[in-house]
């Protein structure tokens, strides 16, 4: 007895052995300050931004996209499935406890067992059954699915302002349909009365007949941008109502384009801040730091593996005296596995998860990147589109 809980304790004692990196956010550079100048201004970082814009109508469709988006509906299913997953991997880490009742009924060949007839053969019994985690397997690897956990929340919290960001975006696109094709019936009934006029004048002998072609095919260009601009309404009208995990049909309106209030200018921030802010980088951030613990996993499988097992319970060839004293049964054991030669495999494993790790440390530098250049295009956008603007007018 003695032996046994010295075999164990001294398995409990090497189950603190963790292999493995552990995961430290890497050095990234990042630039003292946006290349365009913004504004000092209060901070609205933490604002919803859309409601900047004063639109009832806007705010009323982004929230039933946020109820209805079946993007975003995806997006939630994935994280709780990730959510399970933890709960899932995690139970390696704990003790397995099984029962089993069975009941049989036979006869055995007399040739084996002489003077057997039929018997019966009745078991209940528990199974305990825990695989130590000598060197961190399970804890890396529920580490691991942790951090895919916080990269699934960033996901899905991607898809929530992307969808906020689509739904806004497509409004205002249908805005400006709105009010484009409200120009162009003016432009067609001016065309149309333009081309009445020459058509009058043509009759009376007083333009020639090139002036009644070069009207007609005006008005006939007019028509045609008329209904351009009308099936560009419909189908982003369409596009919206996926957007609001609905069928497509009409959509209601809120203010006019040239009535929209426009948001304050971008508030003063540091470029170091978007490490925190953005949920795409900390998605990055979390897959890598999930990648860098499989590391482990894979390193704890070139090591040693110790299995631990009990059972106890009752059998017996009488049901009425199953559960006798001198039915009970019951072992215990331990099992001790070491890989001694597979030809480098599981070293190579090693490799495949650095070499993914690698992978995954240049995509999250990749993904800061691609936030600077998007943040730096959009304030550039911000600069120039009023002087377009202004010239267009």
């Given at each position: ?10 398995a409990?004692?090497l ?8 995961y430290?956010?890497?050095e990234?550079e ?13 901070a609205?970082?933490?604002t ?15 929230y ?8 975003l ?7 709780e ?8 991997v995690?139970?390696?880490?704990f ?5 089993a009742?069975?009941a ?18 009745f078991?209940?019994?528990a ?12 804890r ?14 960033e996901?899905r919290?991607t ?9 806004a975006?497509?409004?205002f ?12 019936k003016?432009?067609?009934?001016t ?13 009376k002998g ?23 601009f009308e099936?560009?309404v419909?189908?982003?009208e ?11 049909g ?9 009535d929209q ?16 802010r ?17 590391i482990?996993v894979?390193e704890?499988l070139?090591?040693?593996s ?7 319970g009752?059998?017996?060839t009488?049901l ?6 001198s ?7 331990a ?8 030809a480098?495999q ?6 495949i998860?650095i ?5 995954l440390?240049?995509q999250?530098?990749?993904t ?9 295009d959009?304030?550039v956008a911000?600069?120039?589109?009023p ?7």
């Amino acid at each position: 007895m003695k032996a046994r809980l010295a075999v164990i304790s001294t398995a409990m004692l090497l189950a603190g052995c963790l292999l493995g990196p552990d995961y430290e956010r890497p050095e990234i550079e990042t630039p003292d300050e946006f290349r365009e100048r913004i504004s000092t201004g209060a901070a609205i970082s933490n604002t919803p931004w859309w409601e900047l814009f004063e639109d009832p109508e806007l705010e009323r469709l982004i929230y039933i996209a946020l109820e209805e988006s079946k993007d975003l509906a995806i997006a939630t299913a994935r994280l709780e499935e990730t959510r399970a997953r933890l709960g899932f991997v995690r139970a390696d880490q704990f003790p397995r406890l099984d029962a089993a009742v069975g009941a049989t009924r036979g006869n055995l060949i007399e040739q084996i067992v002489p003077g057997a007839g039929i018997q019966d053969n009745f078991v209940l019994k528990a199974e305990l059954s825990f695989q130590v985690d000598l060197f961190g397997q399970y804890r890396r690897s529920t580490e691991a699915a942790r951090a895919e956990l916080f990269a699934s929340e960033e996901a899905r919290y991607t898809v929530l302002i992307s969808l906020i960001a689509d739904v806004a975006s497509t409004y205002f696109l249908m805005r400006d349909l709105d009010q484009r094709y409200e120009i162009a019936k003016r432009t067609l009934k001016t065309r149309r009365d333009s081309t009445d006029l020459v058509l009058a004048r043509f009759k009376k002998g007083t333009v020639p007949r090139l002036d009644v072609n070069q009207a007609q095919i005006q008005e006939a260009q007019a028509a045609i941008e008329l209904a351009a601009f009308e099936r560009q309404v419909i189908q982003t009208e369409n596009l919206l109502n996926v957007l609001l995990g609905r069928n497509p049909g009409p959509i209601s309106r809120g203010q006019p384009l040239d009535d929209q209030y426009l948001p304050p200018e971008v508030p003063s921030g540091l470029p170091s801040e978007l490490l925190e802010r953005r949920p795409d980088i900390r998605a990055a951030e979390q897959l890598l730091a999930a990648q860098t613990a499989r590391i482990g996993v894979a390193e704890a499988l070139r090591y040693p593996s110790l299995s631990l097992t009990a059972s106890g319970g009752y059998a017996s060839t009488q049901l009425s005296s199953l559960t006798d004293g001198s039915a009970a049964i019951w072992n215990i054991g331990a099992n001790f596995f070491a890989p001694l030669f597979n030809a480098g495999q599981n070293k190579q494993r090693v490799e495949i998860e650095i070499a993914r790790t690698e992978q995954l440390l240049q995509q999250y530098e990749l993904t800061i990147l691609q936030a600077f250049r998007e943040v730096e295009d959009a304030l550039v956008a911000q600069r120039f589109f009023p002087r377009r603007a202004t010239f267009a007018a």
